[in-house]
């Protein structure tokens, strides 16, 4: 469990950050808390020749509220700093919801939002939650900065569209409509209290009860966290009831692809698919007040 030899640097700014990365393209990693890129050196299924320590950025260590009623969560914002903020609470409760679940308190202490993001475990929790919460992530580096839709963030198990210069700076979260409800759920592994299959949903009503807006994304049962774009598709425009939420969670894992492993067969997840997608939409029509 010793990681392979690499040198450390610990930029005083952003811009030293990305210079150190372009300077050694290719041979770098970037880290922050550490709580994914760590144990994954130590087991040497990464092994950079150079780690780029971005944690100690105050630049990049808060959670602000927007021009536009959003939130804005910097690469440098811990779990614990967002499970914490009542901004995050008033603008995103299921992200408060869904960081709680994250680990440990000692991974929420020093674990980040970004960095999870940037690492795209299959199995993350947070991933799912920036899909349902239409999230725009935010880059340094590279060409030139960009800002990338969550929908076109997460590309196969721990690969997304980060180029090898970039730096995930920024996170952020727009308000979401009024009446809406969202939540949370997954069926955990025991020991690692990842989501063997975790659910994120957010349900729009209007004032007779029909859906007008639905977002559904899944973490645990495939390579990547994804939306479930046909059970959205079915939900919107319907009267939320238990028929149409089983009917739309019945359409979760319409083309999917799941994944074997120790923990599940691709059968099982394709069931639990189902099964938490059902309790989490009833759970998001219940708070958007069906």
Do not use: W
């Not at 005083?12 to 990693?29: H, K």
């Not at 969202?182 to 004032?207: C, E, H, M, Q, W």
């Amino acid at each position: 469990m010793i990681p392979a030899a690499f040198t450390y640097h610990a930029p005083r700014t952003l811009r030293d950050a990305v210079r150190l990365l372009r300077a050694y393209e290719g041979d770098a990693r970037v880290v922050s808390g550490g709580m994914s890129l760590i144990p994954a050196m130590k087991l040497r299924l990464v092994q950079p020749e150079h780690l780029i320590d971005i944690g100690r950025l105050g630049e990049l260590d808060y959670v602000r509220r927007t021009e536009d009623g959003g939130v804005a969560i910097g690469a440098g914002a811990t779990y614990r700093s967002i499970e914490k903020s009542r901004t995050v609470a008033a603008v995103a409760p299921m992200l408060v919801e869904t960081v709680r679940q994250v680990g440990d308190l000692q991974v929420r202490n020093r674990g980040t939002l970004c960095g999870s993001a940037a690492h795209a475990d299959p199995a993350a929790d947070a991933t799912a939650a920036l899909l349902a919460l239409d999230a725009t992530l935010h880059t340094a580096g590279g060409p030139s900065r960009r800002s990338i839709q969550a929908r076109r963030f997460f590309v196969d198990a721990y690969e997304t569209v980060l180029g090898p210069t970039e730096v995930l700076t920024e996170i952020r979260i727009p308000k979401q409509p009024a009446h809406t409800g969202s939540t949370y759920l997954k069926f955990a592994n025991k020991a690692s209290r990842f989501a063997i299959v975790g659910v994120a949903a957010a349900v729009t009503v209007d004032p007779k009860g029909v859906c007008t807006r639905a977002r559904i994304a899944v973490t645990g049962a495939g390579p990547c966290a994804v939306r479930a774009t046909a059970s959205e598709r079915y939900l919107t425009g319907r009267k939320v009831s238990p028929e149409a939420i089983a009917a739309a969670a019945s359409r979760a894992s319409r083309d999917m692809e799941f994944i074997e492993d120790v923990h599940g067969s691709e059968e099982y997840r394709e069931h639990l698919t189902g099964v938490i997608t059902q309790r989490a939409l009833a759970e998001a029509a219940r708070r958007a007040g069906v």
